[in-house]
């Protein structure tokens, strides 16, 4: 399935460690888009290993959206640039 994956971290005395943390894990799994946006295909055990992942990291203050379709043409948008 396509994913894509935005999050926002709160700017306090952990955010800088957070952010990093939750970089290096989508890095992972996602191609990076811009500052904190990813996209890529996974399967639900990619995707099951990736929530779990970010669980251990992400708090009640900060924010992770993961936007799932079949197939990347249902989430393509009239300004979408991208050549993946």
Excluded: P
Excluded at 25 to 54: C, M, P, W
């Amino acid at each position: 399935m396509y994913i894509i994956l935005i999050y926002d971290i709160t700017a306090d005395k952990m955010g800088a460690k957070i952010t990093r943390n939750v970089f290096k894990i989508a890095k992972k799994y996602l191609f990076h888009i811009q500052n904190s946006v990813f996209e890529g295909e996974l399967d639900e055990v990619k995707l099951t290993q990736l929530k779990r992942e970010l669980s251990t990291h992400i708090r009640q203050s900060d924010s992770c959206i993961l936007f799932k379709s079949r197939n990347k043409k249902w989430l393509k948008g009239v300004f979408n640039q991208s050549k993946r």
